[in-house]
C-alpha cells in the first residue's frame, strides 16, 4: 500500500515523539540531582521556573551567558566517546558568569541531531548534568530538536544557557590597579576552543584518533578530549574572601585576548612565559604544527584557563586558598601602565 492510501506520519518523516519522551524520563534523575536553592519544578513543563529569594538574594542582578563546544564535538562525534562534551558545555557557560562576580544558578541545553539515538543523547546530557552539579547550578530545563535531512549521519550539535546572579554593586571587574597581580589557574589541557587548529595539526602529522598520543599516555582522541575544568566554586571562594578585582576566562583568543577585556584601556600586564608548566599537549601543537609563540598565545589557553587579578598584598593569602582547593596556581605577572599584554621569558613548552 503506498504512503498516500496509508496516510503520512511524523515518525516516517523521520522525527520519533516517543524517543523524544523516553529520553526525557532517562534524564530526569540526573537533572533531579542538580537541584539547588531556588529551584522550583522539574523538567516537562513549557517554562522553567526559578525562585531568586528562595535561592537567597536580595536585590539580585541577573546575569547570562551562552556558548557551545565548537569543533570538539567532531572529535566527540568521531571517537564515539560523548561523556565529557557535556561538561565542557556548562563550563564554557559558567565560567564566564562567574567573571561578572555572578554565581550560576540555572542551565539549559539545546541538544539538535538528525536522528535521535536515546542512549547516546543521555550520555550527553548526563555529563551537562555532572557538569551542572560541580557548579552549584540546577538543569531546569532544555530542548532536544530531531531535525532529519539537517545533520549528517550521527552527528549533533549543542549549546549551553546559563543564568546567575549577584547582589547590586558586587559585580566585576573592579578596582583593577596598576601593580595587581595576576594569579593563573592551571587547565585540564586544550579545554574547548582551538579545535580547528588542533584537527589540521593532527592531520598535518597523519595522526587519527585511535593512535597514541604523542604527548601522554592513551589515545590521541581520548588525552584531547579532557574536558574544560570548572571554576566556579574555587573562584567565587576567593572573591568572598576579599581583594579579587577581576577574572577573565581563558578561552579562544588566549592569554592576549581575554585579558584586556577585564582592564581598563589605559591598562594592560606583563606577563613571565616561565612561571608555569602547560601540560604536554601544547609543547606537541607548537612542535608538531610548527606553530608560532604568537599564534599558540592568541589560540589555546596554553596551560592557564583562568586568571584572577587581585590586589598585591592578597594574593599570597587568594593563592593558599586556591591551592587548598584543589587548583594548580602560578603567578604570572602583574598589571601596568599601557594597553594590551606583554610577554616575557621562554615559555615551558
Known sequence: MSDAKQGLTYS????????????VDRIKPAAKATQRPGTMAGLGGFGALFDLKGAGYEDPILVAATDGVGTKLRLAIDTGKLDTVGVDLVAM???DLVCQGAEPLFFLDYFATGKLLTEEAATIIEGI???????????IGGETAEMPGMYHAG??????FAVGAMERGTDLPAGVSEGDVLLGLGSNGVHSNGFSLVRRVADHV??????????????????LLAPTRLYVLPALAAIRA?????????TGGGLT?????????DLGCDIDLSSWTPPAVFGWLAEAGNVAQSEMLKTFNCGIGMVLVCAPDRADALAELLSSAGES?????????GAGVRYSGTPNW
Open 12 to 23: 516516517g518523516a523521520g522525527v520519533d515523539i516517543d524517543a523524544g519522551n523516553a529520553l
Open 93 to 95: 557557560c559558567v565560567n
Open 257 to 265: 585576548e581575554n585579558l584586556p577585556r577585564v582592564l581598563p584601556e
Open 206 to 223: 597523519g595522526l587519527t584518533w585511535t593512535d597514541a598520543a604523542p604527548f601522554e599516555d592513551g589515545p590521541v582522541g581520548e588525552a
Open 329 to 337: 596556581v602560578s603567578r604570572l605577572g602583574i598589571v601596568t601602565t
Open 129 to 139: 548534568a555532572a557538569g551542572c552539579a560541580a557548579s552549584g547550578c540546577a538543569l
Open 155 to 160: 552527528d549533533f550539535d549543542l549549546a549551553g
Open 242 to 250: 576579599g581583594g579579587v578585582h577581576a577574572l577573565a576566562h581563558i
